[in-house]
């Protein structure tokens, strides 16, 4: 039998144990939380921040600060746990993969773009994201929400979401021409209502100013795509977490022609208008019937210019196909973005190049930690030339003036130059949007507010 005493003795032993476990992790909580608080007011000063699309949304209620979701994110540096709570650090690089979600075990979480009524960048959509105007839809990318993944899902459940009952117009009765609906872009969401559209047995057709692939064909060759699984309706599953960008697009060109869609390229999109229960389209190649209408594009629209002397030449140019293709080159990319990163690394990895990188800004805003790392150790080394707080000025045959910030102070700087690769973003297609007449966040005045159904939060 033991003695009371020895009980007493070793519960006072577990008691102190316990305590000293106590105070060395509020120590420790204590100083992880500086540290994120730290890193907090530095993305603020970066302007990194702030969400640009879809991002984690806490319940600080439900939250219980275990870290699972810090974790499951690809993404570095989105979240940090601050006084047992998780919050958002840097929250522009969240490109929403929702990982974050499916880790946290008490669903604190939710992906979505927040409230959008104040967002003047983001169409207002229902849950099935129809527009402001009946019958027409917006999915994918267009509608603020990025990744592949993504794009599918919505462009799938758009199709699913169609009314059925909806009764052709008598003057639709007798024109054979009138389709059940048509989709405008080519890329994973186009393809995929393609696919729902052609599963439910829906008269539809599909148009593209371009080729099928959207944005994804625009990358540089051989690039990473991440996707993650996905479901295509009549496919079925693809659990490719990652393809490159060859393979993404021979998958579209596959499913494309085996399932026989009604994709036709080439064909652009100018106008819509609704006369009764029928949109009349207007495209580059006539006019087009139907009773809905899902706007699939993507959100860069036309690439952005500079709008300096001697951008109209030849060496100008928007996107790097092929890096290998250029050698013994003297180059400029302007831009601070992840494709301005990963164009200047490529062209820098190519023999005899001289490369130099443009920035406007003090420190870059949204990039992914494996092209920032990648970029200062290139930069570091001598591979390429770094310029922050410059701004192209003059485009010439055989070289270029930058304008540099240094202290306060303007400077001008003519640099040779063979070839200009600008990414300054794209021009969104928001002013078609508007005369298509589709409302944005911050449209509605305080007397005529947005239906409730509209402004979606997930």
């Not at 970066?46 to 806490?58: E, F, L, M, N, V």
């Not at 601070?336 to 443009?358: F, K, P, Y």
Request: contains cysteine; glycine residues 8%; charged residues 25%.
């Amino acid at each position: 039998m033991v003695e009371p005493k020895v009980i007493l003795e070793l519960s006072l032993y577990i008691l102190m144990t316990l305590l000293i476990i106590s105070l060395w992790q509020r120590r420790i909580n204590k100083v992880l939380t500086e540290k994120v608080v730290a890193e907090i007011r530095d993305s603020k000063d970066r302007g990194t921040d702030k969400a640009i699309a879809q991002h984690p949304q806490i319940d600080t209620q439900a939250c219980i600060g275990c870290a699972s979701c810090i974790a499951g994110c690809p993404e570095s540096g989105v979240l940090g746990i601050v006084n047992g709570v998780a919050h958002i650090i840097h929250g522009s690089r969240c490109i929403g993969h929702g990982r974050c979600k499916t880790a946290c075990p008490v669903d604190a979480i939710q992906i979505g773009l927040g409230d959008v009524s104040n967002r003047s960048d983001i169409p207002l959509l229902s849950d099935d994201y129809e527009t402001s105007v009946p019958g027409m839809y917006i999915a994918g990318e267009l509608g603020g929400i990025a990744l592949i993944r993504n794009a599918i899902e919505q462009g799938t459940h758009v199709i699913a979401s169609l009314p059925e009952s909806t009764s052709p117009h008598p003057n639709e009765q007798q024109n054979s021409n009138v389709i059940d609906v048509l989709i405008v872009g080519a890329g994973p969401t186009g393809i995929a209502a393609s696919l729902k559209a052609k599963e439910q047995g829906l008269r539809y057709l599909t148009i593209d100013q371009d080729d099928v692939g959207g944005t994804v064909r625009k990358y540089p060759r051989r690039k990473l795509t991440m996707t993650q699984p996905f479901t295509l309706p009549l496919y079925g599953k693809v659990k490719n977490n990652e393809f490159i960008k060859e393979d993404l697009i021979s998958l579209w060109e596959e499913i494309i022609q085996k399932f026989n869609l009604q994709i036709k390229t080439g064909i652009k999109f100018l106008h819509c208008e609704k006369n009764k229960n029928t949109f009349v389209t207007e495209t580059s190649k006539g006019q087009v019937y139907s009773r809905f209408v899902v706007l699939a594009l993507g959100r860069r629209g036309t690439p952005r210019r500079l709008g300096v002397p001697g951008e109209e030449a030849e060496k100008v140019l928007y996107q790097l196909i092929d890096a290998a293709t250029y050698k013994n080159q003297k180059l400029l990319v302007v831009g601070g973005g992840d494709s301005a990163i990963e164009a200047a690394t490529g062209l820098a990895n190519q023999s005899g190049n001289q490369v130099t990188l443009s920035y406007r800004k003090k420190h870059f805003f949204r990039l992914k930690p494996r092209n920032e790392e990648r970029l200062t150790q290139y930069a570091e080394s001598g591979r390429l030339q770094l310029l922050m707080e410059s701004n192209l000025k003059e485009i010439s045959s055989d070289s270029v003036t930058i304008e540099i910030d240094e202290d306060g102070v303007k400077k001008h700087q003519e640099i040779e130059n063979d070839f200009v690769f600008i990414f300054a973003g794209g021009e969104p297609p928001f002013p078609l949007l508007k005369k298509l007449n589709i409302r944005f966040g911050g449209e509605a005045s305080e007397q005529e507010q947005a239906p409730p159904e509209l402004g979606r939060t997930t």
